[in-house]
């Protein structure tokens, strides 16, 4: 979606800014640069090892429900396109071109998400736009997607619109909760080869307990082993995200609530038996 510049377009690409991919991937607009619409964020990815920028709570929502599927493999936020491009499909389409307020100069149009997916061996790329609902009755913001959606219908590349609506919040919360904890190297005041002895007590003690919240489980195991408080409900966020326990990822998980929890492999002996 169009954004306001805070600088010339020209000294962004040329410092590198919208290019790349993975971990060399920078976005055209940080977060200091442009008046977010709720709550901005800069969030570490999992799939490309860099910091994302998002302008809003919206944004970084559907961050955390991308990063969860392993069929993504890239995301690139804040993706702008060709100015000469845009300004063409507006002149041809008779939609006014949206401009800075001061100097009246074109401002570039980004795309909010630009995702790499691979499927069977098959490489897709999609285009996202992240927009409340509400804001789908504004004519106005609806001429600046059909500049969007022209530009990416001509790349070839499918282009959409993702509201609140679409966004499974459950596991949003889900993912944004344990998505700190997928590096064992980042466990607090532990070392990683630890991990491993902390998971077979709290699957036992889940297994023993199955009435007892998450959270009571990790003081329990906590105060056994002799581990500073929260660590053993680290562990458990971090074997959710490295996906070595499996749950209902579309169920809320609340830490003072019981939760089932299944090791992966024993999950993938289940479903082979009921194939």
């Known amino acids: 979606m169009p954004r306001r510049k805070t600088s010339t377009a020209a000294n962004k690409l040329k410092k590198g800014?919208?290019?790349?991919?993975?971990?060399?991937?920078?976005?055209f607009l940080y977060?200091?640069?442009?008046?977010?619409l709720g709550k901005a964020s800069r969030i570490k990815g999992w799939?490309?090892?860099?910091?994302?920028?998002?302008?809003?709570?919206?944004?970084?929502?559907?961050?955390?429900?991308?990063?969860?599927?392993?069929?993504?493999?890239?995301?690139?936020?804040?993706?702008p396109l060709p100015l000469d491009a845009t300004q063409k499909i507006a002149e041809r389409l008779s939609i006014w071109h949206?401009?800075?307020?001061?100097?009246?100069?074109?401002?570039?149009?980004?795309?909010?998400?630009?995702i790499d997916v691979e499927i069977d061996g098959n490489h897709h790329l999609i285009a996202r736009t992240v927009k409340p609902s509400s804001d789908l009755n504004n004519s106005r913001i609806i001429e600046k997607f059909e500049?969007?959606?022209?530009?990416?219908?001509?790349?070839?590349?499918?282009?959409?619109?993702v509201t609140e609506r679409e966004i499974p919040k459950a596991l949003a919360?889900?993912?944004?909760w344990v998505h700190s904890a997928l590096d064992p190297a980042e466990a607090p005041g532990i070392k990683s080869g630890y991990i491993p002895f902390i998971e077979s007590a709290l699957f036992e003690e889940l297994a023993n307990n199955p009435s007892a919240s998450v959270a009571q489980v990790g003081m329990e195991i906590d105060s056994r082993l002799g581990?500073?408080?929260?660590?053993?409900?680290?562990v458990v966020k971090h074997l959710i995200a490295s996906r070595q326990w499996e749950v209902d990822m579309m169920t809320r998980i609340e830490p003072h609530q019981p939760l089932a929890v299944v090791r992966a492999g024993v999950a993938t002996t289940l479903e082979r038996m009921r194939q």
Do not use: M
Not at 47 to 56: E, I, N, Y
């Open 31 to 36: 977060t200091r640069e442009v008046p977010s």
């Open 98 to 114: 949206h401009q800075d307020p001061k100097n009246k100069e074109p401002c570039d149009v980004t795309t909010d998400f630009l």
């Open 147 to 161: 500049i969007e959606r022209t530009y990416w219908h001509e790349q070839g590349v499918d282009w959409g619109i």
């Open 173 to 176: 919360r889900n993912v944004e």
């Open 227 to 234: 581990l500073r408080g929260g660590t053993a409900l680290w």
């Open 47 to 79: 799939k490309t090892g860099r910091v994302h920028h998002f302008l809003s709570t919206l944004e970084s929502d559907y961050f955390y429900a991308l990063e969860w599927f392993p069929v993504i493999t890239d995301i690139r936020e804040q993706f």
């Open 17 to 27: 800014r919208g290019q790349g991919h993975g971990q060399s991937y920078t976005p």
